[in-house]
């Protein structure tokens, strides 16, 4: 991942976002095992109410807990929402190897453990609990809530809901060679076969092979990283035989609770009409159309509109009747 000046100027104007006073909120270090394995996240506490609703949060391809997201958990606990963000299994402060696994049903796995340990917790209303999944794990959450009645809500920002559709948005070249090194992780990393995992870059420049070479991809995800991110630009290609099976938009007309599905007009990774296909199959969805590519909701006007649509439905789901934000 580039750093350097050149990152810095790019990040300058997402760095004016608001950011609510450390007085409205508490922030504590909150960790659960999921198949064996710890994994980190963080439980931001609104100051009130004495109970409040909760939020658990997570992103999608490998991508930190870091990059972007505590900015909105801040602005919901600002709001009267408890927000537990996490990190999948070989992700960020989360155990486990090979590093930066992409796996949709050992990720879904982990937003399930990180639910029961949230419902676990003192000092919260886990009666009202959301999800707010982004990119891959906007798809996550809605395969979590097909197979949960008890959530409340859930919000999925730029949700990558069809992996086949996901690959087939650039070449067939493309296609082959990600299924061919796919392949060849899994061989190197079969234990009579010691040799490790075959990594492929996660994102790269349009005439890079990387899992994300549109246009933007590179530099959009370099500037939710903070500046002093470890974060190591590769995955096991074995990524790209996970997502040719990954089909949340399959179970989407099991999803029951209200959902609010945020896309994104220019999105070449979550394109809109995949996004619009999965609202259609869901009986209590709500689609909102943004301005925006993959990665520019976290910055400016479009994160301001991305949190008062966010607000709103949450505050209509998941608030006691008589109580304001």
Same mark, same amino acid.
Request: glycine share 10%.
């Given at each position: 991942?580039?750093?350097?000046?050149?990152?810095?100027?790019?990040?300058?104007?997402?760095?004016?976002?608001?950011?609510?006073?450390?007085?409205?909120?508490?922030?504590?270090?909150?960790?659960?095992?999921?198949?064996?394995?710890?994994? /980190? &996240?963080?439980?931001? !506490?609104?100051?009130?109410?004495? +109970?409040?609703? *909760?939020?658990?949060?997570?992103? @999608?391809? %490998?991508?930190?807990?870091?990059?972007?997201?505590?900015?909105?958990?801040?602005?919901?606990?600002?709001?009267?929402?408890?927000?537990?963000?996490?990190?999948?299994?070989?992700?960020?402060? /989360? &155990?486990?190897?090979? !590093?930066?696994?992409?796996?949709? +049903?050992?990720? *879904?796995?982990?937003?399930?453990? @990180?639910? %029961?340990?949230?419902?676990?917790?003192?000092?919260?209303?886990?009666?009202?609990?959301?999800?707010?999944?982004?990119?891959?794990?906007?798809?996550?959450?809605?395969?979590?809530?097909?197979?949960?009645?008890?959530?409340?809500?859930?919000?999925?920002?730029?949700?990558?809901?069809?992996?086949?559709?996901?690959?087939?948005?650039?070449?067939?070249?493309?296609?082959?060679?990600?299924?061919?090194?796919?392949?060849?992780?899994?061989?190197?990393?079969?234990?009579?076969?010691?040799?490790?995992?075959?990594?492929?870059?996660?994102?790269?420049?349009?005439d890079e092979f990387a899992l994300l070479s549109d246009p933007g991809a590179?530099?959009?995800?370099?500037?939710?990283?903070?500046?002093?991110?470890?974060?190591?630009?590769?995955?096991?290609?074995?990524?790209?035989?996970?997502?040719?099976?990954?089909?949340?938009?399959?179970?989407?007309?099991?999803?029951?609770?209200?959902?609010?599905?945020?896309?994104?007009?220019?999105?070449?990774?979550?394109?809109?009409?995949?996004?619009?296909?999965?609202?259609?199959?869901?009986?209590?969805?709500?689609?909102?159309?943004?301005?925006?590519?993959?990665?520019?909701?976290?910055?400016?006007?479009?994160?301001?509109?991305?949190?008062?649509?966010?607000?709103?439905?949450?505050?209509?789901?998941?608030?006691?009747?008589?109580?304001?934000?």
């Amino acid at each position: 991942m580039s750093r350097g000046a050149s990152r810095a100027a790019r990040r300058e104007p997402a760095g004016r976002e608001r950011r609510p006073s450390r007085y409205e909120f508490s922030k504590v270090a909150v960790d659960f095992e999921s198949a064996g394995t710890v994994c /980190s &996240g963080w439980l931001y !506490r609104p100051d009130r109410p004495a +109970e409040p609703p *909760v939020v658990v949060m997570a992103h @999608g391809f %490998a991508a930190e807990r870091t990059f972007g997201l505590p900015a909105v958990a801040e602005r919901l606990a600002e709001r009267g929402y408890a927000t537990y963000l996490f990190d999948y299994r070989t992700i960020g402060g /989360s &155990g486990g190897e090979p !590093r930066n696994r992409i796996d949709p +049903e050992k990720n *879904v796995a982990d937003w399930q453990a @990180g639910i %029961a340990r949230v419902r676990r917790l003192d000092g919260i209303d886990a009666s009202r609990l959301a999800l707010w999944g982004v990119s891959l794990g906007g798809g996550h959450a809605l395969d979590v809530v097909a197979e949960d009645p008890r959530i409340s809500a859930v919000v999925a920002q730029t949700p990558v809901v069809d992996g086949r559709a996901f690959l087939r948005r650039n070449s067939v070249g493309y296609l082959l060679k990600g299924l061919a090194a796919g392949v060849r992780d899994r061989l190197q990393s079969l234990p009579l076969v010691p040799l490790g995992p075959h990594t492929v870059p996660i994102v790269g420049d349009p005439d890079e092979f990387a899992l994300l070479s549109d246009p933007g991809a590179k530099a959009g995800l370099s500037d939710l990283a903070p500046p002093d991110s470890a974060w190591e630009n590769e995955t096991p290609a074995r990524a790209f035989l996970s997502l040719l099976r990954y089909r949340p938009t399959t179970s989407a007309g099991d999803v029951g609770c209200p959902t609010l599905l945020v896309s994104g007009a220019r999105d070449e990774i979550a394109p809109p009409e995949t996004v619009e296909a999965a609202a259609a199959e869901i009986p209590t969805s709500t689609l909102v159309r943004l301005p925006s590519d993959h990665f520019g909701l976290y910055h400016g006007s479009l994160f301001e509109q991305t949190l008062g649509h966010a607000f709103a439905f949450l505050d209509a789901n998941l608030r006691s009747p008589g109580v304001g934000p």
